[in-house]
């Protein structure tokens, strides 16, 4: 019987668990080993969804560690996370049954030691310089003597104190302080809250807007001032409209704000010494302008009251000016009464010969004329319109039968018919005259190449020119020549000083070929 009943294989008979209890059991087991943990890693993926959790890796060179930090607990850190940082994490480790994994629940977060915080400014710094926050052409030029100064600091600490007491001694101004937290987490953005309040004030409202502001702090750590150092904090400041001044730290400390700021101050005290003159010096500096003022203008009084003398001494006096005038005015009234009636006379004598066409006798006379002509005209009107109606109308039927479209069409075909035999004509017309022209044109050019005397050259005979380039016709300018230039049909030959005598003739070369016959008269001295 025992071998027809098959023994139970191993485990088989071990109790069933569902997922979920394994899932808790795994989570109990991991909070109870790891119920407070410290993780030191780099930080590999951040990520910020809307519901305002954070979600990292923390990650050496082996392994993967996921993080959760809740918003609750983020809005309280003191770092912000960024991928990169080599950070120490605080927390507990956990399990996530949905996908089978754990985690790490972070409750704090700081940088692993001064070269990590170092490196993550390092790495801020690159970013928001190749973004041009940090450009020298956007920072802008402080105001000369600001109205009103905002200092964002801390109200309780001895730096407000430094900058009131300053600003007393060199020139006392109102001052608008925006008290903000200067160190830890909330340090960054009350800064930057403050130093947008103060630019999204209403110029002229009931609280007077800054002219200048000054964000202040004394020394300390790199922790303690870190809050200066963060992102929002530059980006603020970078965007204010109003001049903006960085007082943060000693003079060996640098954060951030600094190189986002229209300028950088040492020390709270340096920086309102920065944003006011001294106004003791600008008394003195009014009082030697006044001075040299009143001294210019008492030495411009005197030159130019030097000026005007001597210019009055060279000027003529004025009854001298006057003797002229008066003379003129004295012959002018003298032909004033002789020029007044010579010119009534003949007025009066204008005046009459225009008048005595204008006799009543005369008009009433020219008007019965116009009246008869114009009743003549009237009785001629009638028939002539009606004539020239019935001429019009007669000549717009003939125009009319005219412009049928058969009439046009015939006309233009009989007009095509002539335009065409014209261009046939012409083109005929034209190659005769072209042909005519071309054979006249050539036998001008024969005749030409004929009667020049290149071609009596050719014939053997030359010319002789002299050494100014004239034309030698007698064996006497030969004689007289410096120098001859002989041109044959082939080229020119330059020879020294003619042998030949006064009334002789030179003795031609002897000739091959038959005797040419002489040259025409207008050639004969030029050719031998």
């Not at 959790?53 to 003191?78: E, Q, T």
């Not at 870190?226 to 603020?236: I, K, P, Q």
């Not at 302008?289 to 000026?307: A, I, K, M, N």
């Not at 030409?448 to 016709?473: F, H, N, P, W």
């Amino acid at each position: 019987m025992s071998d027809l009943i098959d023994d139970p294989e191993p485990g088989q008979n071990a109790p069933e668990f569902t997922v979920t209890e394994v899932s808790g059991a795994v989570k109990r087991t991991i909070e109870g080993a790891f119920s407070r943990v410290r993780v030191r890693g780099e930080v590999g993926r951040v990520s910020r969804p809307r519901s305002g959790h954070i979600y990292l890796d923390l990650k050496d060179d082996r392994a993967v560690l996921a993080g959760v930090i809740w918003k609750g607990v983020s809005a309280r850190l003191a770092t912000q996370p960024e991928e990169g940082m080599e950070v120490v994490a605080t927390g507990k480790l956990t399990t996530f049954g949905g996908q089978s994994k754990y985690q790490m629940v972070i409750e704090d977060i700081a940088p692993a030691g001064m070269g990590a915080l170092m490196a993550m400014l390092e790495k801020r710094k690159k970013m928001l310089e190749a973004e041009g926050l940090f450009a020298p052409e956007r920072k802008r030029e402080l105001p000369y003597l600001p109205e009103v100064i905002g200092v964002v600091t801390s109200p309780s600490g001895a730096v407000i104190r430094d900058i009131l007491h300053r600003l007393r001694d060199r020139f006392p101004r109102k001052v608008l302080i925006w008290p903000v937290a200067v160190q830890g987490a909330k340090c960054a953005p009350e800064v930057a809250a403050a130093i947008n309040g103060f630019n999204a004030m209403t110029p002229g409202g009931s609280m007077p807007r800054p002219d200048l502001l000054i964000v202040a702090r004394g020394g300390g750590s790199i922790e303690d001032l870190w809050g200066f150092n963060e992102e929002v904090v530059a980006r603020a400041a970078a965007a204010s409209e109003i001049p903006l001044i960085s007082a943060v730290g000693h003079e060996t400390d640098t954060t951030l704000i600094d190189f986002a700021a229209d300028r950088r101050a040492p020390t709270p005290t340096a920086a309102a010494e920065m944003a006011v003159p001294v106004r003791l010096d600008l008394m003195s500096h009014l009082d030697t302008l006044g001075g040299r003022l009143l001294r210019g203008v008492s030495q411009g009084t005197t030159l130019r009251r030097q000026r005007l003398a001597d210019v009055s001494r060279a000027l003529p006096r004025p009854e001298t000016l006057l003797d002229s005038a008066k003379q003129r005015l004295d012959i002018a009234s003298l032909q004033l009464g002789p020029n007044l009636q010579k010119m009534v006379q003949g007025k009066r004598l204008e005046l009459q010969s225009t008048a005595s066409p204008l006799h009543p006798r005369i008009l009433r006379s020219r008007i019965a004329h116009l009246e008869e002509r114009s009743n003549e005209l009237a009785k001629r009107l009638g028939p002539s319109l009606v004539r020239n109606t019935a001429t019009g109308r007669d000549r717009l039927n003939r125009a009319e039968q005219r412009l049928q479209p058969d009439v046009i069409r015939r006309d233009i075909k009989r007009s095509r018919e002539k335009l065409d035999g014209l261009n046939r004509r012409f083109a005929a017309l034209a190659s005769s005259q072209v042909a005519a022209h071309k054979e006249r044109l050539n036998s001008l050019e024969r005749m030409r190449q004929t009667l020049g005397y290149t071609e009596t050259l050719k014939r053997g005979y030359a010319v002789v020119r002299d050494d100014a380039g004239g034309l030698v016709t007698t064996a006497d300018a030969a004689n007289a020549a410096a120098g001859l230039e002989i041109q044959f049909q082939d080229g020119r030959v330059q020879t020294g000083k003619g042998t030949a005598t006064s009334g002789s003739t030179p003795q031609k070369k002897p000739q091959k070929k038959p005797a040419k016959k002489t040259p025409p008269p207008e050639d004969q001295g030029s050719l031998f």
